[in-house]
């Protein structure tokens, strides 16, 4: 689990398998976006702010992930937890 406050290269990491599940979790009047440094011009995952708990499951192949916080347009606050595989809500 990571928290912090506007744009943020995430630790880079290995899934177990070919699946991992994110979370997550903003406040504030910003947006938030979940980029896939390893392919940055892909379409961002946008992240509501101010609701329920984000949730999403990634496929990918079992190769190092780096994945990066964008915030824009006001003060975001986020905590963010990536579990390998598939996990419900």
């Not at 961002?44 to 915030?71: E, M, W």
Request: net charge negative.
């Amino acid at each position: 689990m990571t928290t912090g406050e506007g744009n943020t290269d995430l630790p880079v990491f290995k899934p177990e398998s070919d699946v991992y599940t994110v979370y997550v979790k903003c406040t504030g009047k910003g947006k938030m976006t979940l980029v896939d440094r390893n392919a940055p011009d892909d379409d961002p995952s946008k992240i509501g702010c101010n609701g329920p708990t984000t949730h999403g499951r990634i496929y990918t192949d079992v190769v190092p992930q780096k994945l990066a916080v964008r915030t824009d347009g006001g003060t975001v606050h986020w905590t963010l937890a990536v579990v390998s595989g598939e996990h419900p809500v």
